[in-house]
């Protein structure tokens, strides 16, 4: 009887610390913030961490673990220029930024709300910049480093794909402008600079448009 | 300052030994560009016919298809690939990239004497190589759909290229031989910092959605040890000019050489041409200080493939 009660006990321990360590502490901050400065990330990432994609809030549901955690440190250390994010990126602990990360990688990929695709010239242009690049500037595909369909390539590759428009093109232009300057190996601030305003809403829309979730590959 | 680096430390500890990935070692920290070589595109460039204006007829029907194998040669030339390589990973933009072997620039070369296998190549066995070895299959046969589909690409781009006229822009740049021997230890260095963000910190590439994404350096899945870009020379070439992808010519050209001998210095498929003994394989096919095949490096004797099928 004593030792049973003493089992469950530590079962008891061990599972709250295991649970805290993991994503039910990083649930409590996405719904609540962390009672100390950091505000709810529900708030502005929706409920289901499908962002606000008018608002240029982006989804963070199944974002790579790492990436999160990176940028979350950058918006504390301000190589990540951001007014929103600095202060609530600064009053989380390393903790609570590896549990809140964790609770959002793990999220399920919520269905976008239907996105006008584009057509014409951007939706060619988007296209092409997205699977072919544009060598004569020495620009690569997106889709060489952010893979097939824009889906995002393992730690440090972020989807693209059924992203906020919006988002996406703020994100350029940081870049372009220099107040994000966060990439590894300068990859993005480089890229940024080849492209023109047209580039970056074509660019935009076409990702905003495609589905979150890899095309299925005919088995050949 | 020093106790948040402190601070820094630890947690990643921390996360280390809780088996989540430390996301401070995550990212390799940006370098600072090195003094540019000169990349400009000369004036005299010569530029291959944009894809658009590939004809709306039968011949044209072979020229994109060409195109699609020379992207997905994995998908459309099956039978023929051992690896997960396409030919665009070594000749980007579907062969077009000036300095990295386009296909404009060989085209109008062949057919050559190759001192490879010593006798003269038309450009169909020039293509057949490229599967016995960068894509570690099998030569389709003279006259078989796949090689008449690449030829026919080829020749498409190759449009007003004058014949047997070495171009500027063909195959990979020839650095000069670097100031220091080309080093392990400091390629290790660089690929670290410059490499393993995209290509894997084993060299093994990364995949999504079954597709390759950043093509493998070494092991089973990349080119076999008869392929060209298992010479130091070539891979050092290449890299120079372009990679890290996107930003060709940043690296110095002792880096470049220095990584190139780092990634050549890891075990591949086995040369198809191997005869049962590494260092008469070396003697017949690899004598030259630019192959590390038979060379023992690390104390590892190099040649001995990665026993795949």
Not at chain 1, 116 to 135: C, I, K, N, Y
Not at chain 2, 136 to 153: F, R, W
Request: with cysteine; aromatic share 8%.
């Amino acid at each position: 009887m004593n030792s049973l009660r003493i089992a469950t006990m530590l079962a008891c321990v061990l599972f709250a610390g295991s649970a805290l360590a993991d994503n039910s502490g990083g649930a409590t901050i996405a719904r609540q913030g962390n009672g100390h400065g950091a505000a709810p990330c529900m708030a502005c990432h929706g409920a289901d961490g499908g962002g606000q994609a008018a608002a240029g809030f982006p989804r963070l549901a199944g974002l790579p673990q790492a990436y999160l955690r990176k940028q979350l440190e950058d918006f504390a250390n301000g190589t990540r220029a951001n007014a929103t994010m600095q202060p609530v990126a600064g009053a989380l602990t390393d903790a609570e930024r590896d549990a809140v990360v964790a609770y959002y990688a793990h999220l399920p990929i919520p269905t976008p709300a239907p996105v006008a695709a584009p057509t014409g010239d951007v939706a060619a242009r988007g296209q092409t910049l997205a699977t072919r690049g544009r060598w004569s500037d020495g620009l690569p595909a997106c889709e060489q480093c952010h893979g097939p369909g824009g889906i995002g390539v393992g730690d440090h590759f972020p989807p693209l794909a059924a992203q906020s428009a919006t988002y996406i093109s703020n994100a350029l232009q940081a870049w372009k402008q220099g107040a994000r300057h966060n990439d590894p190996l300068q990859l993005m601030q480089h890229v940024a600079t080849s492209l023109s305003d047209a580039d970056i809403a074509a660019i935009s829309a076409w990702y905003a448009a495609q589905p979150a979730t890899p095309p299925k590959e005919p088995q050949s | 300052m020093k106790s948040k680096r402190l601070m820094l430390a630890l947690s990643a500890l921390l996360l280390a030994a809780c088996d989540h990935p430390a996301p401070q070692a995550a990212a390799p920290t940006a370098t600072p560009p090195a003094p540019a070589a000169s990349t400009a595109k000369s004036a005299a460039q010569f530029q291959p016919p944009a894809d658009s204006s590939i004809p709306n007829d039968d011949f044209g029907k072979q020229i994109a298809l060409g195109r699609e194998i020379f992207i997905d040669p994995g998908r459309y030339a099956k039978a023929y690939v051992g690896n997960q390589l396409s030919c665009e990973n070594c000749h980007l933009d579907a062969g077009r990239l000036a300095h990295s072997a386009p296909l404009w620039g060989a085209y109008p070369m062949y057919p050559a004497y190759r001192s490879k296998n010593h006798k003269v190549n038309t450009f169909a066995e020039r293509l057949q190589g490229c599967f016995n070895y960068s894509m570690n299959g099998k030569a389709p046969p003279l006259g078989d759909p796949v090689l008449v589909a690449l030829e026919s690409y080829a020749y498409w781009m190759s449009r007003n290229a004058p014949i047997g006229t070495s171009l500027p822009g063909r195959g990979y740049p020839k650095l000069a031989k670097p100031a220091q021997a080309p080093d392990y230890a400091r390629g290790e260095t660089v690929y670290k910092r410059d490499c393993a963000l995209c290509h894997g910190d084993n060299g093994q590439g990364q995949q999504a959605a079954g597709r390759t994404v950043f093509p493998p350096l070494w092991g089973a899945q990349s080119f076999n040890w008869g392929a060209g870009m298992e010479q130091v020379n070539n891979a050092a070439g290449f890299i120079k000019a372009n990679m890290p992808l996107s930003r060709g010519n940043t690296l110095t050209d002792q880096d470049a050489w220095d990584v190139a001998y780092f990634m050549d210095a890891h075990e591949r498929p086995q040369d198809p041409r191997y005869s049962g003994s590494i260092p008469a394989t070396r003697t017949s096919f690899h004598d030259t200080p630019d192959s590390l095949y038979g060379a023992t490096v690390n104390g590892h004797l190099l040649g001995q493939g990665t026993n795949q099928p």
